[in-house]
């Protein structure tokens, strides 16, 4: 775990663009194993990007996000911001707004050359002294702060490396901002993924990740030895709607209380 000034360290993302493979790629319809949605709920939103995180705890927002959408180069930035946070609304029940610069604002989306997204990194965790371990490739970077409940968060998203990377950079750091930290290798498509692009998309298992974290029986900071029984719990009985009713949507857009 990297904590800066009460910021957690959500992820530096350098995404692989080879690698791809000419075999049907899997459904992101199709529901992971318990075990694997367990384990991966441990290691994001419990674990702060580790398996197995003894001092652990659960990172959420509690209040409406006001989102600054800074340097964006076209109509089409905003719009991919807002497709990302309709999203994560109807999973976590959490509203937002667009604010303007001279509004207050809790959450920052700024869009940068390729080659500044370090150097802005730096900025934020307070100079490159503390990058160590860091790509200095990376085409975007999220930043939540906060101890228990995130009360502020940046993104930084490269704007000169074509929209289809900027959709899933968008997204995907979105989902760390929201308290999901680090990534895995468990199931694909996943937007949380390790970094290889080609495994990388929004999926239900995701949905199902982000819609557990913000349950209502998990409460911001609550330490991880009491949420993961309860996040099984909730995955279980997810997996198990889905299951018996074939309408994912169904399930995890219903409204939560916050």
């Given amino acids: 775990m990297n904590v800066l000034r009460s910021g957690i360290v959500a992820g530096l993302l350098a995404l692989v663009l080879a ?8 459904d992101p319809n199709r529901v992971a194993a318990i075990e694997d949605l367990v384990a991966v709920f441990d290691r994001l939103a419990l674990g702060l990007g580790q398996d197995g995180n003894a001092k652990g705890r659960a990172l959420k927002w509690v209040t409406p996000i006001k989102i600054e959408l800074q340097d964006a180069q076209s109509e089409s930035d905003r719009t991919t911001v807002r497709k990302a946070f309709d999203v994560a609304t109807k999973l976590t029940g959490i509203p937002y707004e667009f ?5 207050e604002s809790n959450f920052f989306v700024r869009f940068v050359d390729s ?3 370090f150097v802005e990194v730096a900025k934020l965790r307070g100079g490159v002294e503390n990058t160590q371990g ?6 975007c970077y999220a930043h939540p702060i906060g101890k228990n409940s995130i009360v502020r968060a940046h993104i930084l998203i490269a704007h000169d490396m074509g929209s289809a990377v900027r959709d899933i950079c968008v997204l995907h750091e979105m989902m760390h901002a929201f308290g999901l930290i680090g990534h895995h290798r468990r199931f694909f498509p ?12 929004f999926s239900v298992n995701d949905a199902i990740v982000l819609r557990v974290l913000y349950d209502a ?3 911001a900071g609550m330490k991880r030895e009491d949420a993961l029984p309860v996040a099984n719990s909730i995955i279980k009985d997810i997996v198990q709607r889905i299951s018996a009713t074939q309408a994912p949507d169904t399930i995890l857009h219903q409204p939560l209380k916050w």
């Fill in 190 to 201: 996943s937007i949380l993924y390790h970094t290889d692009m080609s495994r990388q998309g």
């Fill in 217 to 219: 029986k998990i409460s």
């Fill in 115 to 117: 080659k500044d997204v």
């Fill in 99 to 103: 604010v303007e610069t001279d509004q």
């Fill in 134 to 139: 860091l790509p200095p490739q990376a085409i």
């Fill in 19 to 26: 690698g791809c493979t000419a075999s049907l790629p899997p």
